[in-house]
Nanobody
């Protein structure tokens, strides 16, 4: 059984930093794209970053590029999202996901969101709130 457990969310002021962690189990870590979506109230779930440890491929949404950094630790089957220069519009519930296959530009499309929803696994979500 695939399990994903997020930690590290919370409340921070504009310009601050947070580090999210996602501990995974139940699948071959190198064979999966693992990463983060987020969903703000009244908005669609948005893919923000993925990584695959097999080839160190990473993808970032334009909204977080240059501010967020994704990394993985294969030995611990965990990924991390370092979030710097946080803004109020980063406020959302952040979900860790894992889906078979590559981390590629497809990740940024609505088609991948459907694929990850139907073929992937998800954590429970963790709240990140950025105050102005």
């Amino acid at each position: 059984e695939v399990q994903l457990v997020e930690s590290g969310g919370g409340l921070v002021q504009t310009g601050g930093s947070l580090r999210l962690s996602c501990a995974t189990s139940g699948f071959t870590f190198d064979d999966y794209a693992v990463g983060w979506f987020r969903q703000a109230p009244g908005k669609e779930r948005e893919g923000i970053s993925c990584i695959r440890s097999y080839d160190d491929a990473t993808v970032y949404a334009d909204s977080v590029k240059g501010r967020f950094t994704i990394s993985s630790e294969a030995a611990k089957k965990s990924i991390y999202l370092q979030m710097d220069s946080l803004r109020p519009d980063d406020t959302a519930v952040y979900y860790c996901f894992a889906a078979p296959g590559a981390c590629s530009s497809w990740f940024l499309t609505p088609g991948y969101r459907y694929y990850a929803t139907t073929s992937g696994s998800w954590g429970q979500g963790i709240q990140v709130a950025v105050s102005s």
